[in-house]
């Protein structure tokens, strides 16, 4: 004979309470739909109905008030084996909480059955008004009746993409309709309306529970939708991270004797992190160790960008940049970026495009009229000027490494030529 | 041009080494929330990772990593601050019900929002403290290139063997910074191993080994019933009040973590014969360190160095070592030291002395300046 979902033991519920009727009608549901306990993984959230676990055959997982959703979305994102029945127990406490976590399941369309128990208060800690406490229902925390709607979970699942949704009121055989709910493949969701014993009997004596739904626009029924259930559709995949940084070719030899720390800065969009990439390429192609760091406001796409680069003969431990040795400046962002830096050089050289005002600085100033190149060209031509100028490397591996990464193409040559002749 | 391949020397980022690692380790789903300076550990991560989830919010995240790591998945995010403490109860959650996952943490400039692109190393305190009850976390630190390879692979060998959430702890600039490496120096990875129990006996979900941990299914299967628990619980997995057995089984979290960590202790240390005094430094602001010890002896001083990069549980060797120097300078990235008070408490000795600032890296010349004064 097969093991039943449910335990023979007592439910740990109160007399009257609307839990005990679900956990042994879903119990009977998940039976007559032909699941093996084993099959099914139950995911219980923090609330009295959190308690059910241990009168369980099935797996049981318990974590986190409102996370349930969310928990039983991950086990259902990596079961790979057909057949098995994710089935989320949830309160209307909890369904507050992690309200998003269900939405986002519903959206996503995961294949997976929630129940949310809608005793309409917190139970568990003293009985008070949640997120799905229905309007007008009295609560400890609102003995005139909850002044606020509470939210339509079901409309809510149902907008969201959920296959299929349904409202019942815990009374009766409910399991026909939790059998519906636990048979779709995809999101399904049932909103099992009770009043709790302890807490809402009391509070709202004389009140019936179906006139209580009723009163506050909560019809019961079922909803489907028509949404593709989940299914992983990952894009192409690197199979190896560093086969797609190639190693670089050697060139001719660089004549750096000491480390050389150089800022380069102008504005977001002209190709200042473009120009130190190509540069520190051309550096290792060199001979040289190196760093690049990147600095630019959050908005990347307006203001200044500057790249700090190191190049050394010999390992490079602290790649951090004080008051660098040269300074190359291409625009007025990346100036503002870098004028205290500038001011506090005591040696080392300004490269600056000539449109700019030179600030009060002891480094040795070169200006040349970078910008005239275009100012998406500026950087690079500055590169440019520095690798014929300061003799640290050749033009010659610059331009190579310009052309092997593509770069070299639609650049203004001739025009940098003059510039970097000047 | 005359010209032939440098063997193996790119230009490249921390952030691939730590996911090409976690990959080659074992890992097989990255789950996560854009957030900088974590942003190209993401990236990466979904270009790597077998499975990619995009997640809504950083408790999302958690919560599906954690299920994930339930059907026998080994999950891997990474985040920073702000994001950290979004998952914080769910990463409770994971040690309780003993399921391994990596979390990168990349430190940047708090409180709060602080400043996305600025680094820093002030969550040091906050991963101590991070479990309620104050069980310790494993926590790795990454301070090189070939940290950021290694120490990968054994957050999830530690993940794996121990059953637990284990924090790579990293920041801006080492994740962020692109720098020349030489690819031969990185050693070997295999995927760890994950045997599961085979036994015919009724298994029990939290029932653990000789090494205090218990052996593993994943609730995919369907000869053994699993039962996780986040609630105090006993071996059975069944939620408890505060039983004998359950708080043996809480106990044995902390004791499993603590004892097991011993065979991954992991830092640096250069020792120089006659040296009295002893620079401390992890994560980015060990690369200031190196360079501060050998300016320091290049200048005929006698210096030693300590790069702890096993941080939690804090292991006892640091004490020993640093009980061997008359003056200790410990540099970081905070204002208030928090790997000294990790280690010392908040009255600290006085001859262990500061280097630190906010907003900016800690210079090798700051930390000379400490030593020498």
Redesign the interface.
Known sequence: MTRPMLKTMPLPYCKGCGHDLIAKHSAAALEKLGF????V?L?TD?GCHG?I??CM????????HG?SG????????????PG?KVVVFIGDGGATIGL??IM?AARLNLDMSVVVHNNMLYGMTGGQTSGLTPQGFRTTTSFEGNPYAGYDICKMSHTAGATYVARVLGIGDISGDLAKVFGQKGFSLIEVMEICPSYGVKLNPGRKLAEVVKSAGRETGVWTGSREDFS?R??K??G???SE????????EHRLKNPLSIVISGSAGEGVQLAA?LL??A???SG?????????P?TVGVGFSTAELNLSPGP?????I?TPDLAIITSEDGLNHNRKRIMAMQQGSLLIDSGLAVPETSARVIRRDFRSVGARNAAICAVLYFARQFGVLTE??LL?IMEQEGKAAKLPIEKIRQVIES | MQEKTLQDLVLTDGSRLIIESLARSGADAFIGYPITPANLLYLYGSQRMELMLAAPDEITTLQWMTGLAATGKLPVTATSFPGFALMLESINMAYMMELPMVIVLVQRLGPATGTATCGAQGDLLLLRGMISGGHPVPVLATSSFNDCWTLSARASEIAVRLRTPVVLLTSKEEVMTQKSFGLSSLEEIKPVSRPLYDKDDPYQSYKAGPKGVPDFLPVSQNVHQVRLNASTHDQQGNLQHSSEEALSNTRRLEHKVVQQMKDYLFYELDSQDGANSLVLACGITAAAAREAVGMMRRDGHRVSLLVPKTLLPVPQTYLEIIGLYSRVVIAEETMNNQLGELLFGSSRPAHIRFAGGLGKMISPREIIREVMS
């Open positions: 093996y306990p084993l099959d993984i995911v923090i308690i676990d241990k055959n099935t797996h049981t997982v318990h974590g986190l996370r969310a928990l039983g979305a991950g086990i259902s994102f990596g079961l790979q084996a098995k998003q976590h986002e992983h990952q894009g995949k690197s190896d991270l560093l940084v190639s190693g670089i070719a050697k060139g001719s990439t520190a390429k550096s290792i192609s040289l160790q190196v760093t690049q760091k990147g600095s630019y959050v490079i431990h602290f790649h951090g004080d010659e591996i190579h």
